[in-house]
Protein backbone atom coordinates (compact mmCIF):
# COMPACT_ATOMS: atom_id res chain seq x y z
CA UNK A 1 0.00 0.00 0.00
CA UNK A 2 2.88 2.49 1.24
CA UNK A 3 4.63 1.30 -1.78
CA UNK A 4 1.31 1.88 -4.22
CA UNK A 5 0.91 5.47 -2.80
CA UNK A 6 4.60 6.34 -3.28
CA UNK A 7 4.66 5.35 -7.38
CA UNK A 8 1.13 6.91 -7.24
CA UNK A 9 2.71 10.77 -6.13
CA UNK A 10 6.48 10.18 -8.43
CA UNK A 11 3.16 10.05 -11.35
CA UNK A 12 2.04 13.11 -10.22
CA UNK A 13 5.42 14.37 -9.49
CA UNK A 14 6.41 13.73 -13.44
CA UNK A 15 2.96 14.86 -14.82
CA UNK A 16 3.59 18.16 -13.29
CA UNK A 17 7.46 18.36 -14.21
CA UNK A 18 5.91 17.43 -17.72
CA UNK A 19 3.83 20.16 -17.34
CA UNK A 20 5.97 22.79 -15.97
CA UNK A 21 8.94 21.90 -19.34
CA UNK A 22 6.37 22.88 -21.95
CA UNK A 23 5.21 25.63 -19.88
CA UNK A 24 0.98 24.55 -19.21
CA UNK A 25 1.21 25.20 -15.55
CA UNK A 26 -1.58 28.04 -14.72
CA UNK A 27 -2.86 29.65 -11.99
CA UNK A 28 -6.42 30.46 -10.54
CA UNK A 29 -6.49 33.76 -11.35
CA UNK A 30 -5.70 33.26 -15.02
CA UNK A 31 -8.00 30.38 -15.85
CA UNK A 32 -10.96 32.35 -14.04
CA UNK A 33 -10.39 35.44 -16.19
CA UNK A 34 -9.57 33.41 -19.12
CA UNK A 35 -12.72 30.76 -18.58
CA UNK A 36 -15.00 34.10 -18.25
CA UNK A 37 -13.88 35.49 -21.68
CA UNK A 38 -13.54 32.23 -23.30
CA UNK A 39 -17.34 31.52 -22.60
CA UNK A 40 -18.18 34.12 -25.59
CA UNK A 41 -15.84 32.56 -28.34
CA UNK A 42 -17.75 30.87 -30.98
CA UNK A 43 -20.73 32.72 -30.22
CA UNK A 44 -20.43 35.20 -33.02
CA UNK A 45 -18.03 35.40 -35.95
CA UNK A 46 -17.94 39.14 -36.02
CA UNK A 47 -16.71 39.47 -32.49
CA UNK A 48 -14.32 36.33 -32.95
CA UNK A 49 -13.04 38.34 -35.71
CA UNK A 50 -13.16 41.52 -34.22
CA UNK A 51 -11.44 40.22 -30.79
CA UNK A 52 -8.56 38.75 -32.50
CA UNK A 53 -7.50 40.92 -35.28
CA UNK A 54 -4.11 41.93 -35.32
CA UNK A 55 -4.40 45.16 -37.71
CA UNK A 56 -1.45 47.21 -37.49
CA UNK A 57 -4.29 50.32 -37.43
CA UNK A 58 -6.32 48.70 -34.61
CA UNK A 59 -3.20 47.58 -32.17
CA UNK A 60 -0.39 50.35 -32.77
CA UNK A 61 -2.15 53.29 -35.05
CA UNK A 62 -4.03 54.84 -32.39
CA UNK A 63 -1.64 54.72 -29.65
CA UNK A 64 0.66 56.79 -32.47
CA UNK A 65 -1.60 58.68 -33.73
CA UNK A 66 -2.12 59.91 -30.02
CA UNK A 67 1.84 60.09 -29.54
CA UNK A 68 1.76 62.68 -32.54
CA UNK A 69 -1.70 64.12 -30.87
CA UNK A 70 0.99 64.91 -28.16
CA UNK A 71 3.86 66.05 -30.63
CA UNK A 72 1.69 68.58 -32.09
CA UNK A 73 0.88 70.29 -28.48
CA UNK A 74 4.45 70.15 -27.33
CA UNK A 75 6.67 69.57 -29.61
CA UNK A 76 7.02 73.17 -30.35
CA UNK A 77 5.52 75.23 -27.12
CA UNK A 78 6.74 73.58 -24.46
CA UNK A 79 10.52 72.51 -24.28
CA UNK A 80 10.40 69.88 -21.04
CA UNK A 81 7.66 67.79 -22.19
CA UNK A 82 9.21 67.47 -25.88
CA UNK A 83 12.41 66.21 -24.01
CA UNK A 84 9.79 63.61 -22.22
CA UNK A 85 7.92 62.72 -25.67
CA UNK A 86 11.48 62.03 -27.12
CA UNK A 87 12.88 60.64 -24.42
CA UNK A 88 9.81 58.40 -24.12
CA UNK A 89 9.65 57.03 -27.58
CA UNK A 90 13.17 55.89 -27.43
CA UNK A 91 12.22 54.32 -24.19
CA UNK A 92 9.57 52.20 -25.35
CA UNK A 93 11.75 50.33 -27.60
CA UNK A 94 14.06 50.08 -24.70
CA UNK A 95 11.52 48.54 -22.84
CA UNK A 96 10.17 46.00 -26.08
CA UNK A 97 13.98 44.88 -25.61
CA UNK A 98 14.01 44.15 -22.27
CA UNK A 99 10.60 42.31 -22.48
CA UNK A 100 12.11 40.00 -25.44
CA UNK A 101 15.46 39.50 -23.26
CA UNK A 102 12.66 37.91 -19.87
CA UNK A 103 10.57 36.35 -22.87
CA UNK A 104 14.02 34.14 -24.13
CA UNK A 105 15.26 33.90 -20.51
CA UNK A 106 12.25 33.30 -18.55
CA UNK A 107 10.70 29.18 -18.23
CA UNK A 108 9.06 28.74 -21.76
CA UNK A 109 4.68 29.26 -21.32
CA UNK A 110 2.77 27.98 -23.85
CA UNK A 111 -0.05 30.30 -25.37
CA UNK A 112 -3.44 29.50 -23.68
CA UNK A 113 -5.14 28.21 -27.09
CA UNK A 114 -2.31 25.63 -26.79
CA UNK A 115 -2.69 24.96 -23.52
CA UNK A 116 -4.76 21.20 -22.80
CA UNK A 117 -5.41 22.07 -19.49
CA UNK A 118 -7.24 24.97 -19.71
CA UNK A 119 -9.91 23.10 -22.59
CA UNK A 120 -9.84 26.47 -24.74
CA UNK A 121 -12.35 27.32 -27.49
CA UNK A 122 -10.46 28.80 -30.17
CA UNK A 123 -12.08 31.78 -31.17
CA UNK A 124 -13.25 31.95 -35.11
CA UNK A 125 -10.42 33.01 -36.94
CA UNK A 126 -7.99 32.14 -34.88
CA UNK A 127 -4.55 30.71 -35.94
CA UNK A 128 -3.54 28.51 -33.23
CA UNK A 129 -0.11 27.70 -34.85
CA UNK A 130 0.62 31.30 -33.99
CA UNK A 131 3.34 32.27 -31.94
CA UNK A 132 3.69 28.48 -31.17
CA UNK A 133 7.51 28.84 -30.54
CA UNK A 134 7.23 32.49 -28.45
CA UNK A 135 6.68 32.39 -24.93
CA UNK A 136 3.73 33.85 -24.20
CA UNK A 137 5.46 36.01 -20.89
CA UNK A 138 5.71 39.17 -20.82
CA UNK A 139 3.03 40.61 -23.27
CA UNK A 140 5.12 42.78 -26.05
CA UNK A 141 1.83 44.41 -26.55
CA UNK A 142 1.30 45.51 -23.48
CA UNK A 143 5.36 46.15 -22.18
CA UNK A 144 5.23 48.56 -25.53
CA UNK A 145 2.23 50.28 -25.51
CA UNK A 146 1.40 50.52 -21.98
CA UNK A 147 4.89 52.28 -22.04
CA UNK A 148 3.73 54.68 -24.82
CA UNK A 149 0.64 55.63 -22.83
CA UNK A 150 2.21 56.28 -19.63
CA UNK A 151 4.76 58.48 -21.59
CA UNK A 152 1.29 60.30 -22.60
CA UNK A 153 0.24 60.66 -19.61
CA UNK A 154 3.25 61.65 -17.93
CA UNK A 155 2.61 64.94 -20.51
CA UNK A 156 -0.80 64.88 -20.64
CA UNK A 157 -2.78 63.55 -18.08
CA UNK A 158 -6.00 63.43 -19.97
CA UNK A 159 -4.46 61.93 -23.10
CA UNK A 160 -2.31 59.50 -21.02
CA UNK A 161 -6.03 58.22 -19.21
CA UNK A 162 -7.33 58.28 -22.81
CA UNK A 163 -4.49 55.86 -24.05
CA UNK A 164 -4.19 54.00 -21.08
CA UNK A 165 -8.13 52.91 -21.76
CA UNK A 166 -7.52 52.36 -25.05
CA UNK A 167 -4.39 49.85 -24.79
CA UNK A 168 -6.98 48.09 -22.29
CA UNK A 169 -9.09 48.24 -24.22
CA UNK A 170 -8.53 47.28 -27.25
CA UNK A 171 -4.98 45.50 -26.84
CA UNK A 172 -4.99 43.54 -23.70
CA UNK A 173 -8.54 41.86 -23.83
CA UNK A 174 -8.97 41.27 -26.84
CA UNK A 175 -5.34 39.42 -26.12
CA UNK A 176 -6.99 37.53 -23.48
CA UNK A 177 -10.38 37.05 -25.58
CA UNK A 178 -8.11 35.28 -28.26
CA UNK A 179 -6.24 32.95 -25.89
CA UNK A 180 -2.67 34.80 -27.37
CA UNK A 181 -1.77 35.57 -23.42
CA UNK A 182 -2.68 34.95 -19.78
CA UNK A 183 -3.47 37.79 -17.96
CA UNK A 184 -0.40 37.58 -16.13
CA UNK A 185 1.30 38.49 -18.81
CA UNK A 186 -0.20 41.52 -19.79
CA UNK A 187 0.50 42.24 -16.21
CA UNK A 188 3.88 41.74 -16.13
CA UNK A 189 4.39 43.34 -19.26
CA UNK A 190 2.17 46.29 -18.16
CA UNK A 191 4.37 46.38 -14.88
CA UNK A 192 7.69 46.53 -17.15
CA UNK A 193 6.05 48.89 -19.42
CA UNK A 194 5.00 51.60 -17.16
CA UNK A 195 7.97 50.76 -14.70
CA UNK A 196 10.86 52.26 -18.14
CA UNK A 197 8.05 54.86 -19.07
CA UNK A 198 8.79 56.32 -15.46
CA UNK A 199 12.35 56.88 -16.22
CA UNK A 200 11.27 59.62 -18.35
CA UNK A 201 9.76 61.39 -14.67
CA UNK A 202 13.76 62.23 -13.93
CA UNK A 203 14.29 65.88 -15.44
CA UNK A 204 18.37 64.61 -16.71
CA UNK A 205 17.58 61.16 -17.58
CA UNK A 206 15.26 62.58 -20.52
CA UNK A 207 17.79 65.44 -21.31
CA UNK A 208 20.72 63.07 -21.56
CA UNK A 209 18.30 60.82 -23.91
CA UNK A 210 16.76 63.47 -25.82
CA UNK A 211 19.85 65.36 -26.28
CA UNK A 212 21.15 63.75 -29.73
CA UNK A 213 17.87 64.02 -31.12
CA UNK A 214 16.35 67.18 -30.14
CA UNK A 215 20.14 68.65 -31.33
CA UNK A 216 19.51 67.04 -34.71
CA UNK A 217 15.81 68.43 -34.88
CA UNK A 218 17.59 72.05 -34.17
CA UNK A 219 19.62 71.48 -37.27
CA UNK A 220 17.63 68.74 -39.58
CA UNK A 221 13.92 69.34 -38.56
CA UNK A 222 12.92 67.69 -42.30
CA UNK A 223 15.02 64.92 -41.55
CA UNK A 224 14.75 64.53 -38.13
CA UNK A 225 10.51 64.31 -38.29
CA UNK A 226 11.10 61.69 -41.32
CA UNK A 227 12.95 59.51 -39.23
CA UNK A 228 10.36 60.19 -35.98
CA UNK A 229 7.58 59.03 -38.62
CA UNK A 230 9.35 56.11 -39.66
CA UNK A 231 10.43 55.30 -35.80
CA UNK A 232 6.48 55.58 -34.58
CA UNK A 233 5.32 53.25 -37.90
CA UNK A 234 7.73 50.66 -36.75
CA UNK A 235 6.23 50.44 -33.39
CA UNK A 236 2.66 50.98 -34.41
CA UNK A 237 3.92 47.19 -35.87
CA UNK A 238 5.19 45.94 -33.19
CA UNK A 239 8.80 46.24 -35.97
CA UNK A 240 7.38 43.55 -37.65
CA UNK A 241 9.16 45.41 -40.64
CA UNK A 242 12.16 44.96 -39.07
CA UNK A 243 12.32 41.73 -38.03
CA UNK A 244 11.24 40.65 -41.43
CA UNK A 245 13.56 42.11 -43.20
CA UNK A 246 16.82 41.04 -40.66
CA UNK A 247 14.91 37.17 -40.71
CA UNK A 248 15.79 37.34 -44.71
CA UNK A 249 19.03 38.93 -44.81
CA UNK A 250 20.03 36.21 -42.04
CA UNK A 251 18.76 33.71 -44.61
CA UNK A 252 20.38 34.79 -46.98
CA UNK A 253 23.73 35.52 -45.84
CA UNK A 254 23.32 31.41 -44.62
CA UNK A 255 22.95 30.38 -48.18
CA UNK A 256 25.83 32.47 -49.00
CA UNK A 257 27.90 30.93 -46.61
Same mark, same amino acid.
Given at each position: ????????? #???????????????? =?? !???? @??? +????????????? #??????? /???????? *??????????? %????????????????????????????????????????? /???? +??????????????????? *????????? &?????????????? @???????????????? %??????? @?????????????? &?? &???????????? *????????? *??????????????? !?????? =?? +???? +???? %??????
Amino acid at each position: MVQSRTNQH #DDVSRQGNSALERGYL =VN !AFDV @TII +HFFNAFAGRSAML #DQAMSTR /NVLVVGGV *PMALFWYAWSL %YGSADSEKRRVLVAGIVDSVFALFVARVLAFSLPFRSRPFN /NPAL +HFHLPIGVDPTAFIHWSSI *PSDRATLFF &CVATILWIVSRWLG @TLAICYVFLALCIPAI %YSGVHYP @TDIIVGAALGIGVA &CL &CKSARFTAFVAR *PALSWLNTN *PGLFHAVLFLWTFEI !AELFTS =VR +HVLF +HALR %YAKLMM
